[in-house]
């Protein structure tokens, strides 16, 4: 398994796994061979991990005419090998502010500038990039391909230090803005990252950038589709006696409007690992800036389960105004679930895409706002109590979790200060077992709290801090659960009444239908 490398050149010859993406790279390339077609530049934002500098590297060499390296694969007899361009593919660094930036970025600008045996006067980077292109141009006697990766890596590395981000912001609009005035010089731009900065903010002087992170051609661009998966790895899940369908329902479920993707990261390691299941994308980077913008805006964590946004949210990051549902939808956290059209207007519903994600994602949320004290056996004993039935172990388990809470965290933490943070608390816990979880769940007669699907039972839950009543009334007197009737599945109501200032479970009831 290709673990870590990035460089098409180096998995092909070494004989590692490569999942053909050509037939959906072709596409973007095509026009391309044409010499008097003008391109804008291209912009493609997905999760980290996905598969994003692969996806670069391949169109590298493509342009570089490396024939033998794509022998076997759809594009081999598809491409005009005679045609070659220079390429710049340049991956922004990982930084500390804009004077760490201009060092990096000048250094590895020195380095291609070097390799390609170009010399250059410049040593501002912007001036140094704009020199590079003009002068590879003059020695090959072509247009100029141009590759950035990690696009908005300097910016997310100081997210948490607004000032900082927007000196840095700022110094790469002018980085990326020259590019426009080199288009003699070029034949393809090509940008990725994770975030989707409006173009009023950085790419203000990229006013021709054509975005295709939502375009449907390009869906499958990166990540790995269901049919991939069976045909490449097929063979080792099934030599590990590994059901597929668990398999898809851990990993499978990133949507970028073309099929149900994984993300090549989680299944690769899968595989590597002996079919082990496991975290492995999520743990490969802890989402901590996530954290300090849910405390910011005293985000309601149910609302993960059931979040619908416009179009205009969604390539909506800026440094001023950061949206925590933007930032968890394009950092992978979040996926589209259905694309909803009325009268002229676009939306998107988005979901937790898998259950790696959702059992992960919040068990990290449920350790933070329970000041990092969760006991990891408290998930595992709910998830098999709900799965059994067992009511009086449901109402231990959750009592245990509310013991864990230290007594001055709701004094000294922001997150435990907003309405709603103990209905976060229990969402993120039920959670945390892996099962699927609806948040805010809609009925003709109100909204259910919580709803836990844990296999064959269902399990309708109202919760209720400081309140005089029984929270389980408002379930029986609205009927929520009648949704769920004639599915199959053992139907329980939950009530939890919460004592905010003891920190503890007032009273709790579970009631079969």
């Given amino acids: 398994m ?68 794509f022998e076997g694969l759809w594009i081999y007899d598809k491409w005009d090998w005679e045609k070659r361009y220079p390429v710049i593919l340049l991956s922004m660094p990982e930084c500390g502010g804009r004077e760490e930036l201009e060092v990096l970025l000048r250094d590895k600008l020195r380095l291609i500038c070097d390799r390609e045996k170009v010399s250059t006067s410049s040593e501002h980077p912007s001036s140094l990039f704009a020199e590079l292109i003009q002068k590879l141009a003059e020695k090959y006697s072509r247009k100029i391909v141009v590759l950035i990766d990690e696009y908005d890596r300097p910016i997310l590395d100081n997210i948490d230090d607004p000032e900082k981000a927007k000196e840095v912001r700022e110094y790469l609009k002018g980085f990326y803005s020259l590019l426009k005035d080199l288009d003699e010089y070029l034949k393809f731009i090509l940008l990725t990252g994770v975030t989707r900065f409006s173009k009023a903010g950085i790419f203000s002087g990229l006013n021709n950038l ?82 300090k913008l849910i405390e910011s805006r005293n985000f309601y964590i149910p609302e993960l389960s059931n979040l619908v946004v416009g179009e205009e949210m969604m390539d909506r990051f800026d440094v001023e105004n950061v949206m925590s549902e933007v930032i968890l939808y394009q950092a992978g956290y979040l996926t589209i679930d259905e694309v909803i059209v009325e009268e002229g207007f676009r939306e998107y519903k988005l979901r937790i895409p898998n259950r790696e994600v959702r059992q992960a994602l919040n068990k990290f949320l449920l350790e933070k706002m329970t000041d990092d004290r969760l006991d990891i056996g408290l998930s595992k004993g709910l998830s098999r109590a709900l799965r059994e039935g067992d009511v009086e172990g449901i109402k231990n388990w959750v009592k245990r979790l509310f013991e864990s809470i230290p007594y001055h965290y709701h004094i000294n933490n922001p997150m435990g200060q907003y309405e709603g943070y103990y209905a976060s608390v229990l969402f993120s816990f039920f959670m945390s077992t892996g099962y699927e979880v609806r948040g805010e769940d809609v009925s003709r007669r ?27 009334k408002q379930i029986k ?22 004592d905010s200032k003891g920190r503890q479970v007032k009273e709790m009831e579970i009631r079969r239908v």
């Fill in 2 to 69: 290709p673990i870590g490398i990035q460089d098409f050149k180096s998995l092909r010859q070494s004989g590692y796994l490569y999942v053909d993406k050509t037939k959906w790279i072709y596409p973007l390339l095509a026009e391309g061979d044409r010499e008097e077609m003008k391109f804008p530049p291209y912009f493609l934002s997905r999760p980290r991990r996905f598969g994003k500098s692969l996806l670069l590297s391949t169109i590298r060499y493509l342009f570089e005419g490396e024939r033998e390296l």
């Fill in 210 to 291: 054509k975005d295709i992170s939502l375009d449907p051609r390009y869906g499958n661009v990166v990540g790995i589709t269901q049919e991939e998966f069976e045909r490449y790895l097929g063979e080792e899940i099934k030599r590990h006696n590994v059901d597929l369908e668990e398999v898809k329902e851990w990993y499978n479920g990133y949507n970028f409007l073309g099929d149900r993707l994984y993300n090549p990261f989680d299944v690769l390691w899968f595989v590597d690992s002996g079919c082990v299941f496991k975290d492995y994308w999520f743990s490969s980077g802890t989402p901590n800036f996530l954290i």
């Fill in 446 to 472: 109100g909204r259910a709290d919580i709803v836990v699907m844990a296999r064959d039972k269902v399990y309708v839950v109202e919760i209720k801090t400081d309140a005089n009543e029984p929270a389980i």
């Fill in 477 to 498: 007197e609205r009927r929520y659960w009648e949704k769920y009737e004639g599915v199959g599945r053992e139907i329980y109501l939950v009530g939890i009444n919460v």
